[in-house]
């Protein structure tokens, strides 16, 4: 049977890597990533370095582009089922073109908001599968601002922006990913906000106050440093008074 590493590289510090991601990389002979375009280039790069910076071995570095995905339907889950799909056989293909064991290196860690084992599962050629965790944004961002997630004794809730828009605050402390519009700026003004953007990188940056007092600047930031960068990955805490 073939086998996959999948591994968490963390949120964009190459210090992210842990002892455990180096040992499960050069345990591969192949490394599978998914061309995201131009725009992205600075994210391969850094997966790139890391393979020159810890690698002890010769290995392949195969690149494919990413397939399309319907962001225009109305079906949400449908498209992203389909785009699923196109990733499995691309993941089939490669295995199928080069031997050894395959690696895959995951932004932050597999296990949240990440697609990559959900598509391994859609594979037709049986695998076997092993999984380093990594270090995540909303880590990197309570580091950031050395904050908690949670206060005493409470829960903490993470979420999608576009879940945020429609129902809001469903805990005292909300951590938020994947929000391309600032739903956050539907919420109560006095709610706090601990924002990141690029976390770990060299061009991180971190706002903080109520929605009412910088919501509009983290708006305005966010734009700003996707115009300039092409892409922006961000991610917040939101924090009831």
Known sequence: MRQIQVIGIG??????????????????????????????????????QMLVDHMTHPYAWVEVPDPARDRTGPEYEGAVADWHAARAALYDECLAAHEGVLGILVWGDP?????????????????????????????????????????????????????????????????????SACAFQSLDPDVEIYWGAYL????????????????????????????EHGWIMDTYLLRQP
């Open 11 to 48: 949120a964009g510090d190459p210090e992210h890597l842990t002892l455990q991601a180096i040992r499960a990389m050069n345990r591969c002979d192949v490394f599978l990533h998914m061309d995201k375009g131009a725009e992205k280039d600075a994210l391969a790069a850094l997966r790139r």
């Open 200 to 227: 770990g990188t060299p061009d991180e940056i971190l706002l903080s106050g109520t929605v009412g007092s910088v919501g509009a600047q983290i708006e305005k930031a966010r734009t700003e440093a996707r115009e």
């Open 111 to 179: 296990a949240l908001y990440d697609s990559t084992l959900r598509v391994i599962a859609l594979m037709t050629t049986p695998v076997e599968v092993s999984v380093v965790p990594g270090i995540t944004a909303p880590q990197t961002l309570a580091a950031a601002h050395a904050v908690t997630w949670n206060r005493i004794g409470g829960p903490v809730h993470v979420t999608t922006g576009r879940r945020l828009r429609a129902e809001g605050m469903t805990s005292s402390d909300v951590l938020v990913m994947l929000d």
